[in-house]
Protein backbone atom coordinates (compact mmCIF):
# COMPACT_ATOMS: atom_id res chain seq x y z
CA UNK A 1 0.00 0.00 0.00
CA UNK A 2 1.53 3.24 -1.18
CA UNK A 3 -0.17 5.70 1.22
CA UNK A 4 1.46 8.82 -0.10
CA UNK A 5 2.01 9.10 -3.67
CA UNK A 6 1.33 6.13 -6.21
CA UNK A 7 -1.00 4.14 -4.64
CA UNK A 8 -0.11 0.25 -4.06
CA UNK A 9 -3.41 -0.84 -4.31
CA UNK A 10 -3.95 2.08 -6.71
CA UNK A 11 -3.70 6.15 -6.41
CA UNK A 12 -6.55 7.16 -4.30
CA UNK A 13 -7.58 10.48 -3.75
CA UNK A 14 -10.22 12.42 -1.24
CA UNK A 15 -14.24 12.67 -2.43
CA UNK A 16 -15.15 15.96 -3.93
CA UNK A 17 -17.63 16.12 -1.11
CA UNK A 18 -14.75 16.27 1.95
CA UNK A 19 -14.96 19.73 3.80
CA UNK A 20 -11.43 21.79 3.05
CA UNK A 21 -12.47 24.42 5.55
CA UNK A 22 -9.90 25.75 7.49
CA UNK A 23 -7.01 23.47 6.00
CA UNK A 24 -4.07 25.79 6.56
CA UNK A 25 -1.01 23.56 5.62
CA UNK A 26 -0.77 20.26 3.27
CA UNK A 27 2.73 19.22 3.00
CA UNK A 28 3.29 15.95 0.90
CA UNK A 29 6.83 15.75 0.98
CA UNK A 30 6.91 14.77 -2.43
CA UNK A 31 9.50 17.20 -4.29
CA UNK A 32 12.84 16.00 -5.45
CA UNK A 33 14.34 19.40 -3.98
CA UNK A 34 14.42 23.01 -2.51
CA UNK A 35 10.87 23.73 -0.45
CA UNK A 36 8.28 21.62 0.84
CA UNK A 37 5.32 23.53 -0.90
CA UNK A 38 2.31 23.81 1.17
CA UNK A 39 -0.18 23.22 -1.10
CA UNK A 40 -2.82 23.47 0.70
CA UNK A 41 -4.14 26.19 -1.96
CA UNK A 42 -3.59 24.38 -4.94
CA UNK A 43 -5.79 21.98 -3.30
CA UNK A 44 -8.70 23.97 -2.73
CA UNK A 45 -8.61 25.39 0.37
CA UNK A 46 -9.29 29.21 0.76
CA UNK A 47 -7.91 29.45 4.40
CA UNK A 48 -4.45 28.21 3.67
CA UNK A 49 -1.63 29.64 5.27
CA UNK A 50 0.04 30.24 1.73
CA UNK A 51 3.67 30.28 0.56
CA UNK A 52 4.89 31.69 4.07
CA UNK A 53 4.16 27.57 5.51
CA UNK A 54 6.55 26.30 3.21
CA UNK A 55 9.10 24.07 5.03
CA UNK A 56 12.59 24.95 4.37
CA UNK A 57 14.83 21.57 4.79
CA UNK A 58 18.22 21.60 6.40
CA UNK A 59 20.06 17.47 6.01
CA UNK A 60 16.74 15.46 5.01
CA UNK A 61 16.57 13.02 2.36
CA UNK A 62 13.73 13.89 -0.68
CA UNK A 63 11.78 11.43 -2.05
CA UNK A 64 13.40 8.62 -0.31
CA UNK A 65 11.96 5.19 -1.44
CA UNK A 66 10.84 3.67 1.78
CA UNK A 67 8.48 0.64 1.29
CA UNK A 68 5.44 0.78 1.42
CA UNK A 69 5.78 4.10 0.11
CA UNK A 70 7.84 7.26 -0.68
CA UNK A 71 8.67 10.01 1.59
CA UNK A 72 10.84 12.40 3.45
CA UNK A 73 13.74 10.79 5.83
CA UNK A 74 14.83 12.74 8.72
CA UNK A 75 18.13 11.40 10.77
CA UNK A 76 17.66 12.58 13.99
CA UNK A 77 21.03 13.63 13.84
CA UNK A 78 20.63 17.46 12.31
CA UNK A 79 17.67 16.99 9.95
CA UNK A 80 14.58 19.24 9.81
CA UNK A 81 12.43 20.87 7.77
CA UNK A 82 10.86 24.65 9.29
CA UNK A 83 7.87 25.82 8.46
CA UNK A 84 9.18 30.05 7.51
CA UNK A 85 10.23 32.68 9.69
CA UNK A 86 6.96 33.74 11.33
CA UNK A 87 6.39 33.31 14.84
CA UNK A 88 3.23 33.93 14.78
CA UNK A 89 1.47 32.47 11.86
CA UNK A 90 0.51 28.82 13.73
CA UNK A 91 -0.67 30.46 16.99
CA UNK A 92 -4.09 29.27 16.55
CA UNK A 93 -2.74 25.83 17.78
CA UNK A 94 -1.53 27.37 21.26
CA UNK A 95 -4.12 30.64 21.78
CA UNK A 96 -7.45 28.89 22.37
CA UNK A 97 -7.46 28.14 18.67
CA UNK A 98 -8.59 24.44 17.92
CA UNK A 99 -6.79 22.33 15.39
CA UNK A 100 -6.45 18.75 13.98
CA UNK A 101 -2.88 17.58 13.08
CA UNK A 102 -2.82 14.40 10.10
CA UNK A 103 0.48 12.72 9.50
CA UNK A 104 1.55 9.30 8.12
CA UNK A 105 4.98 8.67 10.10
CA UNK A 106 7.30 5.97 10.47
CA UNK A 107 9.69 6.20 13.45
CA UNK A 108 12.95 4.50 12.94
CA UNK A 109 14.10 4.20 16.92
CA UNK A 110 11.11 4.21 19.07
CA UNK A 111 13.81 4.79 21.79
CA UNK A 112 14.72 7.74 20.88
CA UNK A 113 13.49 11.01 22.42
CA UNK A 114 12.98 13.77 19.37
CA UNK A 115 10.04 15.88 18.12
CA UNK A 116 7.62 15.04 15.76
CA UNK A 117 6.71 18.58 15.79
CA UNK A 118 7.06 21.20 17.56
CA UNK A 119 7.34 25.30 17.76
CA UNK A 120 8.24 25.68 21.13
CA UNK A 121 11.54 25.00 23.52
CA UNK A 122 9.32 23.82 26.06
CA UNK A 123 7.77 24.30 29.72
CA UNK A 124 6.08 27.98 30.19
CA UNK A 125 6.73 28.78 26.90
CA UNK A 126 4.49 29.83 23.79
CA UNK A 127 3.48 26.89 21.61
CA UNK A 128 2.23 23.34 20.62
CA UNK A 129 4.46 20.09 20.72
CA UNK A 130 4.14 16.12 20.25
CA UNK A 131 7.44 15.26 21.20
CA UNK A 132 8.25 11.10 21.11
CA UNK A 133 9.37 10.40 24.87
CA UNK A 134 11.63 7.53 24.17
CA UNK A 135 10.45 5.24 26.47
CA UNK A 136 7.13 4.38 24.34
CA UNK A 137 5.07 6.93 25.07
CA UNK A 138 4.44 10.62 23.77
CA UNK A 139 4.13 14.23 25.44
CA UNK A 140 1.57 16.46 24.02
CA UNK A 141 2.53 19.79 24.77
CA UNK A 142 0.69 23.31 24.57
CA UNK A 143 2.18 26.07 25.81
CA UNK A 144 0.89 30.00 26.44
CA UNK A 145 2.26 31.90 29.34
CA UNK A 146 1.84 29.14 32.15
CA UNK A 147 1.26 25.52 31.82
CA UNK A 148 -2.14 25.02 29.62
CA UNK A 149 -1.18 21.32 28.74
CA UNK A 150 1.51 19.11 29.40
CA UNK A 151 0.53 15.11 29.73
CA UNK A 152 2.44 11.90 28.68
CA UNK A 153 0.41 9.07 27.21
CA UNK A 154 -0.58 6.07 28.62
CA UNK A 155 -0.68 4.11 25.08
CA UNK A 156 1.61 4.94 22.47
CA UNK A 157 1.13 1.81 19.74
CA UNK A 158 4.20 2.61 17.69
CA UNK A 159 6.82 0.18 16.35
CA UNK A 160 10.32 0.79 14.69
CA UNK A 161 10.33 1.17 11.13
CA UNK A 162 5.85 1.09 10.35
CA UNK A 163 4.20 3.60 9.00
CA UNK A 164 1.07 4.37 11.59
CA UNK A 165 -1.25 7.71 10.49
CA UNK A 166 -1.36 9.55 13.35
CA UNK A 167 -3.82 12.15 14.29
CA UNK A 168 -3.85 14.84 17.09
CA UNK A 169 -6.23 16.95 18.06
CA UNK A 170 -6.73 19.97 20.43
CA UNK A 171 -10.48 21.32 21.32
CA UNK A 172 -10.65 24.61 23.42
CA UNK A 173 -14.27 23.96 24.43
CA UNK A 174 -14.59 20.42 25.37
CA UNK A 175 -15.74 19.65 28.44
CA UNK A 176 -13.38 16.17 28.88
CA UNK A 177 -11.33 15.37 25.75
CA UNK A 178 -9.39 18.66 25.05
CA UNK A 179 -6.50 16.88 23.64
CA UNK A 180 -7.08 13.24 21.57
CA UNK A 181 -5.03 10.77 19.86
CA UNK A 182 -5.46 8.70 17.17
CA UNK A 183 -3.85 5.89 15.84
CA UNK A 184 -4.34 4.44 12.74
CA UNK A 185 -8.08 5.94 12.65
CA UNK A 186 -8.56 4.62 16.15
CA UNK A 187 -9.27 7.17 19.07
CA UNK A 188 -6.11 5.78 21.46
CA UNK A 189 -5.95 8.31 24.54
CA UNK A 190 -7.45 11.75 25.19
CA UNK A 191 -6.62 14.43 27.74
CA UNK A 192 -7.99 17.34 29.82
CA UNK A 193 -5.85 20.45 30.28
CA UNK A 194 -3.26 20.84 32.89
CA UNK A 195 -4.32 24.04 33.84
CA UNK A 196 -6.21 27.22 33.01
CA UNK A 197 -5.17 29.26 30.08
CA UNK A 198 -2.80 32.19 30.73
CA UNK A 199 -1.88 35.11 28.18
CA UNK A 200 -1.44 34.75 24.68
CA UNK A 201 1.77 35.88 22.79
CA UNK A 202 3.84 34.58 19.68
CA UNK A 203 4.99 31.25 19.53
CA UNK A 204 8.87 30.48 20.88
CA UNK A 205 9.94 29.50 17.86
CA UNK A 206 8.96 29.13 14.06
CA UNK A 207 7.56 25.59 13.29
CA UNK A 208 9.57 22.56 13.04
CA UNK A 209 9.07 18.86 12.02
CA UNK A 210 11.33 16.02 13.31
CA UNK A 211 12.56 18.99 15.66
CA UNK A 212 11.54 22.15 16.90
CA UNK A 213 12.21 25.37 15.36
CA UNK A 214 15.19 26.12 17.07
CA UNK A 215 16.98 22.55 16.01
CA UNK A 216 16.82 21.09 19.04
CA UNK A 217 14.79 17.28 19.50
CA UNK A 218 15.59 15.96 16.81
CA UNK A 219 14.01 12.53 15.84
CA UNK A 220 14.89 9.90 13.37
CA UNK A 221 11.78 9.21 11.11
CA UNK A 222 10.37 8.94 7.31
CA UNK A 223 7.11 11.57 7.40
CA UNK A 224 4.53 12.32 4.33
CA UNK A 225 1.33 13.78 4.11
CA UNK A 226 0.82 16.24 6.66
CA UNK A 227 -2.57 18.30 7.37
CA UNK A 228 -2.88 21.00 9.61
CA UNK A 229 -6.65 22.40 9.64
CA UNK A 230 -7.77 24.94 12.20
CA UNK A 231 -10.94 22.74 12.96
CA UNK A 232 -11.50 19.75 14.77
CA UNK A 233 -11.82 16.58 12.15
CA UNK A 234 -14.72 14.56 12.52
CA UNK A 235 -14.07 10.84 13.33
CA UNK A 236 -15.93 9.94 9.60
CA UNK A 237 -13.65 12.21 8.30
CA UNK A 238 -10.31 10.74 9.91
CA UNK A 239 -11.62 7.53 9.20
CA UNK A 240 -12.12 8.49 5.08
CA UNK A 241 -7.88 10.02 5.41
CA UNK A 242 -7.15 6.64 7.20
CA UNK A 243 -8.72 4.61 4.53
CA UNK A 244 -8.17 1.24 5.69
CA UNK A 245 -4.19 1.82 5.71
CA UNK A 246 -4.34 3.18 1.73
CA UNK A 247 -4.59 6.49 2.73
CA UNK A 248 -5.71 8.94 0.89
CA UNK A 249 -4.22 12.42 -0.64
CA UNK A 250 -5.84 15.81 -0.69
Keep these: MNIFNVGFLGSTVLPESFDLDELKAYWKFNETSGDIINQATAVGSVDSLGTGANLQVTGATYNNTNSPFNTMNFDGVNDVAKAGTSLSQFNFMHNGGKWTWCMWIEVNDITEEGNIFSNTTGSNNYGA ?121 L
Design 129 to 249: RVLNVGSSKFNFGIYDSGLWLNKNSTTYGLTNGNPFFLVFTWDKDESTKKFIYYKDGIEIESFQQSTTQGSTANANSVMGIAANGISEGFLSCNISEISLWNRILTTDEITQLYNSGSGLE
